[in-house]
């Protein structure tokens, strides 16, 4: 399961098409057919990915997406960062993914206040600590282990499976500074 987030409103670039070619030949193509000719191919599946997330990148605002595993820790951080900005519901919907809106005024207030709290090194500080807790996390689990228990029992703790770094703020950052506001999908 994933999160994925549109942007409702996003700034749009001209992107020159010319700068993307094995995108633009095997996009055309139905995605079972893409899937087979990639199957045998890993240069030609890598080159037309890495021309889609650098063509993606130019309008950033349209989409991110995050695994479940990712999205749940920076929803948490960008809940607790933002309480004066996100109401209840946009706190609660931002833990499903059934099309909640936020709107264009507090996407840009939520970029603001990451791109302040990045800058600040509140956000780095707060890797660190996520790190350290998924250290002991993981420590707690192998000790589970050796003692008897069964992985994903009653006993384990999920908090080393889910990752927390700058970089995915700062992406969310800027897809939420040119999104015009964003659906949590």
Not at 49 to 69: D, Q, S
Request: hydrophobic residues 25%; glycine residues 8%.
């Amino acid at each position: 399961m994933g999160f994925d987030i549109y942007g409702t409103n996003p700034v749009m670039r001209e992107i020159n098409e010319d700068k993307y070619p094995t995108f633009n030949k095997y996009n055309k193509l139905e995605w079972k057919e893409r899937t087979k000719l990639f199957k045998d191919n890993d240069k030609l599946e890598d080159k037309y990915w890495k021309e889609y997330n650098l063509r993606e990148k130019e309008n950033c605002g349209t989409y991110f997406r995050n695994n479940v595993w990712w999205w749940r820790p920076l929803w948490n951080y960008v809940c607790g960062s933002c309480e004066d900005i996100l109401d209840e519901d946009d706190v609660n919907g931002g833990g499903w993914n059934d099309g909640h809106h936020i709107t264009e005024e507090k996407a840009s207030a939520i970029a603001k206040r990451l791109f302040e709290l990045i800058d600040e090194g509140d956000t780095k500080g707060y890797e660190d600590y996520h790190k350290k807790q998924a250290d002991e996390s993981n420590a707690n689990n192998k000790r589970y282990l050796t003692n008897g228990g069964k992985k994903y029992g009653d006993g384990w703790d999920w908090n080393d499976s889910y990752p927390f770094n700058v970089d995915n703020v700062r992406e969310f950052a800027k897809f939420c500074s040119e999104s015009g506001g964003f659906e949590i999908c």
